[in-house]
């Protein structure tokens, strides 16, 4: 049984930062495109950042450019979001998610994704 499981979600002031964390176990982790995505209330989910099975490649949605960071830790099976200067635009649920593959496409469609952890709200504050 596949289980993806985010942490690291808060209350943070406009200019703040964060890192978020995911775990995902019941998969071969290291051979999987991992990726994050984000949903504002009255929003479509959209894609944030994706990153490739071994990390070398990674995609950022233009309004986190400069400003996130995702990462992972094959050997822990984790992935990290860093978030920087954030800003109340960024307040929403954040979920992490599984391809179930390691094709790489380059970009971050929910569509794309297979598994899904049940998020972790990032709340930022003016």
């Known amino acids: 049984q596949v289980q993806v499981v985010e942490s690291g979600g808060g209350l943070v002031q406009a200019g703040g930062s964060l890192r978020l964390s995911c775990t995902a176990s019941?998969?071969?982790?290291?051979?999987?495109?991992m990726a994050w995505f984000r949903q504002a209330p009255g929003k479509e989910r959209e894609g944030v950042s994706s990153i490739s099975n071994g990390g070398a490649r990674t995609y950022y949605a233009d309004f986190v450019k400069g400003r996130f960071t995702i990462s992972r830790d094959n050997a822990q099976k984790t992935i990290y979001l860093q978030m920087n200067s954030l800003t109340p635009d960024d307040t929403a649920m954040y979920f992490c998610?599984?391809?179930?593959?390691?094709?790489?496409?380059?970009?971050?469609?929910?569509?794309?994704?297979?598994?899904w952890g049940q998020g972790t709200q990032v709340t930022v504050s003016s």
């Open positions: 998610a599984a391809a179930g593959s390691a094709h790489w496409r380059g970009s971050t469609l929910p569509s794309d994704f297979r598994y």
């Open positions: 019941g998969l071969l982790f290291n051979l999987n495109t």
